[in-house]
């Protein structure tokens, strides 16, 4: 049972980012798939989660309209974009397989680091 990310990105601002996570060893419709990042020395920050079963998305009000979530059911992979990149975007991003409304995590991803950098 796991969640493998793609690997760093490295993005001038202005830029998108894609980050996939490829879920293996359990039913990938029977959980959401949450993103979540970390900037240096900042806590974790959620960006929303995807329902695979019918790629309902929730994002956080902070990325709305930056930010989108897809799933791909026949491959079990998830993505997020992130587009308009700035300086404070550096983190580092976490898929995690979500539960409940919490939101709980209960598996993580490696993380996939994206320095924004000119």
């Known amino acids: 049972v796991q969640l493998v990310q793609s690997g760093a990105e490295l993005r001038n601002p202005g830029a998108s980012v894609k980050v996939s996570c490829k879920a293996s060893?359990?039913?990938?419709?029977?959980?959401?798939i949450d993103w979540v990042r970390q900037a240096p020395g900042q806590g974790l920050e959620w960006m929303g989660r995807i329902d695979p079963v019918d790629g309902h998305t929730k994002y956080a009000q902070k990325f709305q309209g930056r930010v989108t979530f897809t799933a791909d059911t026949s491959t079990t992979t998830a993505y997020v974009e992130l587009s308009s990149l700035r300086s404070e975007d550096t983190a580092k991003f976490y898929c995690?397989?979500?539960?409940?409304?919490?939101?709980?995590?209960?598996?993580w991803g490696q993380g996939t680091q994206v320095p924004v950098s000119p």
């Open positions: 060893g359990y039913t990938f419709t029977s959980y959401y």
């Open positions: 995690a397989r979500g539960e409940g409304c919490g939101p709980t995590q209960t598996l």
